[in-house]
């Protein structure tokens, strides 16, 4: 059994990139596995869909614009969770429980009630 490195994914603009270095020839294949730490057949397989058309900037830039879409999404209805909150914590009468004169402690509880006598 062959110990494996842990799974990476690269960003839609790092494989373009990185596939047009090499076919400019400003990067070599054996240079790119050394520096980003990948695999001969995964370059192969990100070059082969570069030269298809698959790995074009207009494809990359609308996988980011979904991204955005998603993030912006879950944020809305974080907004709207927790704008619910906050109307129903305003519409929530807060209890007195100790008045201004009394001092009251976890510990201690508040003052005890003056007794009028003994006990009967």
């Given at each position: 059994?062959?110990?494996?490195?842990?799974?990476?994914?690269?960003?839609?603009?790092?494989?373009?990139?990185?596939?047009?270095?090499i076919?400019?020839?400003?990067?070599?294949r054996r240079?790119?596995?050394?520096?980003y730490t990948?695999?001969?057949?995964?370059?192969?397989?990100?070059?082969?869909?570069?030269?298809?058309?698959?790995?074009?900037?207009?494809?990359?830039?609308?996988?980011v614009v979904?991204?955005?879409?998603?993030?912006i999404?879950?944020?809305?209805?974080?907004?709207?969770?927790?704008?619910?909150?906050?109307?129903?914590?305003?519409?929530?009468?807060?209890?007195?429980?100790?008045s201004?004169?009394?001092?009251?402690?976890i510990?201690?509880?508040p003052?005890p009630?003056?007794?009028?006598?003994?006990?009967?």
């Amino acid at each position: 059994m062959s110990s494996r490195g842990p799974y990476r994914r690269h960003s839609a603009q790092f494989k373009p990139q990185l596939c047009h270095d090499i076919r400019s020839g400003a990067l070599g294949r054996r240079d790119a596995q050394r520096k980003y730490t990948l695999s001969a057949n995964l370059i192969q397989m990100w070059l082969t869909q570069f030269d298809r058309g698959e790995l074009s900037t207009e494809e990359v830039e609308a996988d980011v614009v979904v991204d955005y879409e998603a993030k912006i999404a879950a944020l809305e209805r974080k907004v709207g969770q927790l704008a619910m909150e906050l109307e129903l914590v305003k519409k929530t009468p807060r209890l007195r429980l100790v008045s201004d004169s009394e001092n009251s402690s976890i510990i201690t509880g508040p003052k005890p009630a003056p007794s009028d006598g003994g006990v009967k």
